[in-house]
Structure formats: C-alpha cells, structure tokens
C-alpha cells in the first residue's frame, strides 16, 4: 500500500518548483488604469521603497467628486433638458451613482494586490450590483455568491457560501501555511545606561564598588521571500568603560554580527503556497473589473428602462391632452346644437361628464410624466437638487420604433452567447480558480513542518589599552589588533576571525492535525458546492434566455394588435361622429367609442413598453448589452464618455 502522505510531499514539491520557475500573471491593473491617486501612485505597486525610508504619509487619493458633468449642462434649452437615450446613457456612466459606487471597488482591489505583496491576506472585492437608483425595473441578473451586505451593500460571501448570522460562518479561503511578511524591514535602537554596584570582593573586579557605563546601538534587517525562505541579520554594537581595574581595554567596543536563514521544506515551501495571496488578490481585481461591467450593463438596462418609461409617459400626455381637446370639442358643438333645438339638454351634461374624465386622466398623466422627469434626472445625475436641473423638465427626443417583423436567432445561439459573456459567470469561474488556490495552501498545511536554518555570527573587539601598574599579577599585554576605536572593531567583526557557525534542520509532526483535516475537508466541499452552483446558474441562464425570446415574441404581438385596435377604434369613433352629425347615431355611442379609443391607446402604449423591455431584457441575459449599444466600459471606468453610445432603435 503506497502512502498517500509521501506521494502527497512528491506532488507538492514538483509543484512548488515549477511555480518557482514560472513569472507570476500579469497584473490586471495594468489594463484597467483608474486615476485615483492625484501624485501617481499605482495602487496596486505603492511607492518606492527609498521614499518610506524615514516614514510616509497615507497615500493620497482623488478628492471626493459630487458635481455633475458638464454634459447635461449643454442638453437644456429655453429651460427644457432635451435628452436622447445615447444621451442619457452617456450622462449615466458619468453620473450615477450606482456606477460610481460600483467604481471604487477598482483602487480597492489595486490596494489589495498591495496588501497581498506584503504577505498580508487580502480582504476581498465586491461583486454584487448597488440597487441605488430608483425607476425602471433594474437588473434581471445578479452576481453569484453577492447577496450584498458590505461596503456599498455589494460584498457577498465566496461562492455565496460565506457570511452568516453574526459573521459565524465563514470561508475556507484564505487557510494554510502563514506566509512571511514579504516587505523588508529594518530595525534600530539606541539605549544608554549607567550602573553602581558593590562588590563582595576586590579579587575580580579590583574595586568594592563597580561604576559601569554602557551605550547600546542595534541594527537588525529581515526579509521573507515567496519561496518561504527568511533572513533575519543584527548588529549589536556596545560602548563599555568602567573603574574595573582588572580590565584589559577601558572603554571597549565590542561588535556582534548574526545571520540566520530558515527555508522550510515541506509545509510553507515555495511560491505555489506562499504566493496564493498574489495570485488571489490578481484574480480579485479581475473580478472587480467583470463586477463593474455588470454594473454598467444592470444601469445601462436600468437608464433605457427609464428613458423608454418617460417616452411613454410623454406619450400617454399626448393622448391624454388630444382626448380632452376631442371632449371638449364635442361638449362645444351640443352646446350649440342645444341652443338651436336640434339635441335635447341631456347632451350638454354628458359631454360636461366625457370632460370631466378626460381632464381627470391629463392630470393622471402629466403627474405620471412630471414623476418620471424626476426618475430620469435622479438617473443620470450626481446631484439633483442643482437649481437649474430641478426647474427643467426632461423632454425625451427618441420614439418608440416598433418594426414590423423582428429576426429571431436560435435559440441555441442566444444561450451560447449568454454562457460565454454573461458576467456572473464570469465571476463564479474566478471565484473557483481563487478556491483551487486556496485549496493547494490548505493542502499544503497538512504537511509536517520541516525547516532547514543555518545561522552564522562573527564578533569583533577593540578598545583604549590599560597602562600596566608595577606589581599588577593581572597586567598582560593584549594583540595589537585590540587597540582601537570603532573602525578596528569592525575590522575584526568581519576578518571572521572569531566566528560562529550553526546548522540544523527542526521537524514538527502534528498528531492528528484535525483543524488542517477539516479545512481540506471544507475547502473541497465548498469547491464542489461552487462547482454545483455554476451548474445550475447555466440551467437558470438558458430557461432565462428562452422566456425572454418568447416574452419578446409575445410583445411584439401584442404591440400589432395594439396598433391595430387603436386604428380600428379609430375608424370606429370618426364614423360614428358622422352618423351623430347625420343625427343616426347617439351621443352616448360616441363618447363610449372615444373611451374605447382611449383605452386602446393606453394599451398600444403599454405594449410598446413592454416590447422594448423584452427587448432590453434579452440583451441583457445574452451579455450583449453593451455591445450592441457601443457603449466603452472603460470610459464608464474614468467616468468620462469619449465616445456617445450608440443604442439601436
């Protein structure tokens, strides 16, 4: 029977080495720049390490930013904002807060890469979208494992296995060997004493009483590498002199020297262990750039929801205003055909009611409207209650367009193309890489600690010679290479005439090791249970893509026969007037086919919405969104549209 311990040591150790040998990936900052620091520092590399020599300050970051651009400015006219959906699409990758929220999470996760480096766990990205902005009906997708109860209310646990009830549950990456602290560090110290003490006998010392003055000054350097491998180096430097008359040198230097290297060779060996972190903290930043385009594409959904919401508003005021205007015109004409005798009173008060609902319906209406140039504005604007924006009204200057047939791709093409871009996959996919990782430290852990240390050390000795005394029994005149000052002490510190070598190998033997067992035991459930919930969020996608395929079947249907109910009611209603003027008809015939018309254009209305919804919708779970838009996510990223998206009608 083979042992799984020793195949399992084989396995780590070729692994470890050839991780050793291979470049680390590259870093995703790198592609992605975001100018949130004004001096120029790269969140991800920090500064240079001459300028933390002597202590630094915080690394400065962009002053907070709350003005809206300038864009929406150069959109109002005699007071109105006259606003076209690439407009507004524009004005929201560079206002809404949503997205702006969403954006920090990219320094944040630079930060981490540096935090990572430094041999410091990272504290992890967000990946959930921020439902901030109101109207519209948002996103019809969420982000796995994001269920949002952090910073921003986007951080969910890995896998949407972590964050329980009081923070008790919680995930196994991040376990495995303690990595060493990756940024050098030196260390000094300087301390001066002076001591009295009374002797018991003259015999050592000369004196009865020892007067002694001691100055101290230490330096120390470490350093830990990915390999596992550790220096530590001292120097220890002491000033002595006293009234000891039995002393050689008075005051003497003397100067140690000691370097210790430890290089583990089981668990904690080589950079697939101790550089997981990095490559996590990579992955992490690849994760909030793919969070982030999620964001863009929910809020793009979101804005064109809203956009096509106040289109229809707008929309229903124009019938609204055209149906009273019909009332009150029918309400003028009884009136006069009442004063000739040629209709009865009665029609007077009916048509006075059909003016009373038609009034009632315009105020419905231009409320409606009024509510959704708030919601349009909230969308795409940082700060609303600017004067000038909150005395304007928002005229849309895009229609709907309803074309007459719509070409429908495979439906086995739509959910190829929505399992390839839709981003929660994406992010699912990277979560699982960053659990494989985790998944090879915690492995790693069950190994014994076998560490090799080598240590080596060298003093040096110099100081003022004593003049012997006639009758000393104790005067004897020390080697030349004794009698100095500082300079001869380091002489002999590094002639390595007098040193210290150490070499060993220390070995630790967990017996049972039932906490390393039980977070290899998690980490794979949890790996599995990832792994699981990327098979069902694939199921999901395509029951996803294929209802919206048919709600945009069924709304186009729905919107042609909208259309052709209001021209049939149309028709209806202009014949029926006739055969009122011819007097073959009543009153009370009329005003029941202007209501029906009425209807019927509230129901076109409403079709209409809801095709461009289905239409959004199927965007959106393909991953298209953006694409078929034309809209940058990098300029959603710097916060300034170069290029105005381009949505297709």
Known sequence: MKCPMKRLTRDLLILGAACLLAPLPRLAAQSHPIDYSPSGINFAQGRSWWSTLFGQ???GVRPLNLRNTHRIYTLIRNGQIYLSLREAIALALENNLDISIQRYNLPMADADILQARAGI???GVS?????????????????????????????GGT??????????????????????????????????????????????????????????????????????????????????SSNNARSLFNPYLNSGLNVTVSQPLLAGFGTAVNGRDILIAKNNREISDIAF?????????QVEDIYWNLVSAYNALQYAQGSLKLSQQILAD?????????????????AEAQVATSRQQLIVAQTNYEY?????????????????????????????????????????????????????????????????????????????????????????????????TPGNPFCNTPPSTFVGGIGQTYSNLFSNNYPTYTAGITLQIPIYNRAAQAQAIRAQLELQQSQTQEQQEENTIALQVRNAQYSLLQSHAQVMAAQEAVRLDQQTLDAERKKFDLGAS?????????????????????????????????????????????????????????????PTP
Request: a neutral charge; proline letters at 5%; charged letters at 10%.
């Open 586 to 646: 009543t009153l009370l015939n009329v005003l029941t086919d202007q209501t029906t018309l009425t209807q019927a254009q509230s129901n076109l209305i409403a079709a209409m919405t809801a095709f461009q919804e289905s239409k959004l919708n199927l965007e959106v779970l393909t991953g298209r969104i953006l694409e078929d838009n034309r809209i940058s996510v990098l300029d959603a990223e710097n916060g300034s549209v170069r290029t105005l998206p381009q």
């Open 372 to 468: 959704q140039q708030l919601l349009m504005k909230n969308a795409v604007t940082k700060n609303v209650n600017n004067p000038l924006l909150a005395a304007a009204g928002v005229i849309p200057t895009d229609k709907i367009v309803i074309p007459a047939q719509i070409n429908i791709r495979p439906v086995q093409d739509l959910i190829k193309e929505a399992l390839q871009f839709r981003p929660e996959l994406a992010i699912a996919r990277l979560n699982m890489t960053n659990e494989h990782i985790s998944l090879r430290g915690i492995r790693n852990q069950l190994l014994p600690q076998l560490n090799l240390f080598g240590t080596y050390g060298s003093s040096g000795l110099a100081g003022t010679l004593v003049p012997c």
């Open 293 to 301: 385009r999620q964001q863009v594409e929910a809020t793009v959904n």
């Open 57 to 59: 300050s915080a690394v």
């Open 159 to 240: 896998g949407g296995a972590g964050a329980g009830a009081g923070g008790l549950v919680t995930s196994a990456i991040g376990g495995g060997p303690s990595i060493p602290s990756l940024d050098p560090t030196f260390t000094t110290g300087f301390n001066v004493s002076s001591a009295t003490t009374p002797e018991t006998t003259t015999f050592i010392t000369g004196t009865n009483q020892l007067i002694s003055h001691t100055t101290n000054t230490n330096f120390g350097f470490s350093k830990g590498w990915l390999t596992g491998t550790t220096l530590s180096v001292t120097l220890n430097n002491a000033r002595s």
């Open 334 to 350: 009884n009136r006069r055909q009442v004063q000739i005798g040629t209709l009865a009173p009665i029609s007077v008060t009916q």
């Open 121 to 123: 766990a990272p504290s």
């Open 127 to 155: 990946t959930g979208i921020v439902s901030g902005t109101l109207g519209g009906q948002g996103a019809t997708t969420g982000a796995s494992g994001a269920s949002g109860s952090g910073v921003g209310g986007t951080t």
